[in-house]
């Protein structure tokens, strides 16, 4: 089968389309055609070797996909030929990929591939992180960075949809219109404006009740400031390479509270807590109240290609990978 090797750490040079040998699926686990695979930025710093709990060269990276089951190991509650979506540990960027059953859900109705390769990771961080870890409610006020991502768009909607009030944050006035469609209230240009100047200006100095940083670095820092007394900040990532580095001393005098998110540590420990919001969520996506936004589609012998147009801010949505 074909793959996309990472073959060392580095650029995205060291990507390169290889042959490897079709996985069998053991106990638990189901082999599945790959007809889409989703791209995170957790591919990237895997890929750059930054990645706390990565793997080691050569590897196949890619955690989620959409397709269609193709052999199955014992013990498990899928047939061949179930079309499928959800988490595989690592080979989502080849052909075929292994995935835990337990991981994996069924595609909705009328959802494509690529939609499907789009649904996992988004959709769970996003909403785990403003409910499940942010504890949002609704009537409170939220800023989400990236808002135009693929994290971005699928936080907006549901927080929009719960009765939020959205800041969102973007580096261009595309991706700020993108997200003033999803339901953005107060979209930010931070190329062009300071966001916490922004944000204080519309809430009379007060702060928003809940962040999402994905960003890390300076954005983490200055987040802090955009926060309401007894605000909450939850950190799901460190896209500009660098881990934010909040003082301590301000989270004291202004009860704050920093919560961080780490999808894979959270699905390993705590299965249920990650999944329950599953049917809801596939729910509001059959119904239409909300929707994968799929930006970009790659053929595989492109994943270098995909790499470096996320690398550059050039994507809105979800960038996948097509076979």
């Known amino acids: 089968m ?13 990507i390169e389309i290889n042959e490897r040998e079709k996985p069998e699926p053991g106990s ?3 082999r599945i055609e790959v007809k889409a695979a989703g791209i995170n930025f957790a591919d990237i710093m895997q890929r750059r070797g930054h990645y706390q709990g990565g793997p080691d060269p050569a590897y196949v990276p890619g955690m989620e996909v959409a397709g269609v089951v193709d052999a199955v190991g014992e013990g498990v509650g899928r047939e061949v030929g179930d079309e499928v979506m959800g988490f595989v540990e690592e080979g989502g960027y080849a052909e075929y990929a292994l995935a835990n059953a337990a991981g994996l859900f069924d595609l909705p109705e009328d959802m494509s591939y690529e939609e499907g390769a789009g649904f996992p990771v988004q959709f769970l961080t996003a909403h785990n992180c403003l409910f499940e870890w942010g504890d949002m409610t609704e009537g409170e006020q939220v800023l989400i960075h990236a808002a135009a991502g693929g994290v971005g768009t699928a ?4 927080a929009s949809n719960a009765g939020a009030e959205v800041f969102g944050t973007a580096s261009t006035e ?9 339901g953005c209230d107060h979209p930010i240009q931070y190329t062009e404006e300071d966001f916490v100047e922004h944000v204080n200006d519309i809430t009379d100095g007060d702060g928003v009740d809940l962040v999402l940083d994905g960003i890390g670095s300076e954005t983490t820092t200055e987040s802090l400031k ?9 950190s799901f990532g460190a896209a500009s390479g660098e881990p934010g580095q909040p003082n301590t001393a301000d989270l004291l005098f202004n009860n704050h509270t920093v919560i961080g998110y780490h999808l894979g540590q959270a699905m390993y420990r705590d299965p249920g807590r990650v999944f329950q919001a599953v049917p809801k969520l596939t729910g509001q996506l ?3 109240d909300l929707d994968v936004i799929v930006g970009t589609s790659f053929d595989l012998e492109d994943a270098a290609e995909a790499h470096q147009y996320i690398e550059d801010r050039k994507s809105s949505g979800k960038v996948v990978l097509t076979p």
């Open 155 to 158: 936080a907006v909607q549901l």
């Open 2 to 14: 074909k793959v996309a090797e990472v073959t060392e750490f580095g650029g995205n040079e060291n």
């Open 286 to 288: 059959e119904s239409g």
């Open 174 to 182: 595309e991706k700020l219109d993108l997200a003033e469609d999803l």
């Open 28 to 30: 638990g686990e189901v």
């Open 226 to 234: 955009a926060l309401t007394h007894f605000g909450r900040m939850v």
